[in-house]
């Protein structure tokens, strides 16, 4: 896989090629997301330690050459077989959020989403929390699909069964500006 960055030439409004980057592990650039002069790109198949336990990849742009180059691999510290880590990500900020939807925690295929945090005085991205849904149960598939926005959270747990057979839900969590802590703040289903 690869994942190409466009630039936008601010005179004529053309956006032209910027960079490829490329890794060798399967499925890389499944999902990507961008946030100034970050991006963060999955591989959910990355094997290292663990056949299919997945990865993301977190690159920084040079400002002064524009280059994109390799900041940071991240894996999950408690990473299994086939959790496939890294499947959906975002990054808003210092903050990526990463989904592992078929993490096995809180039962086969419940799921789970990792937040990390980006050390501003160092530049290093440590882990931050593991976050699963108040109400999670075995094959929710909770991260199937994330994204951040500040300070928000959202993850879809796209089997979760409340509201019938696989009807889905999304939660919304929120960081706590004392505590640092990302807390559930609601559940949504349609």
């Known amino acids: 896989g690869a994942a190409y960055i466009y630039k936008r030439n ?60 390799d900041e940071k691999k991240i894996q999950a510290s408690d990473k299994e077989l086939n959790d496939y880590f890294g499947m959906t990500v975002g990054i808003s900020g210092d903050y990526v959020v990463i989904g592992a939807q078929y993490e096995d925690t809180s039962g086969n295929s419940a799921g789970s989403v990792y937040i990390y945090k980006r050390n501003v005085s160092t530049g290093e991205w440590g882990d931050e929390q593991k976050i699963q849904s108040s109400d999670i149960q ?8 994330v994204s951040i926005s500040g300070d928000y959270v959202i993850a879809s747990a796209i089997l979760e069964d409340t509201g019938g057979s696989a009807a889905g839900a999304a939660y919304i969590y929120k960081r ?9 703040q609601a559940k949504i289903q349609a």
């Open 138 to 145: 075995p094959n929710d598939l909770f991260g199937n699909n």
């Open 176 to 184: 706590n500006a004392s505590t640092g802590v990302w807390e559930q």
């Open 10 to 69: 601010s005179s004529t409004g053309v956006w032209g090629d910027e960079q490829k980057i490329q890794s060798s592990d399967d499925r890389f650039g499944f999902r990507v997301s961008i946030s100034g002069d970050y991006a963060i790109v999955g591989s959910m198949y990355e094997d290292t330690g663990v056949s299919g336990a997945g990865a993301a990849y977190i690159y920084k742009r040079n400002t002064s050459t524009g280059q994109w180059g």
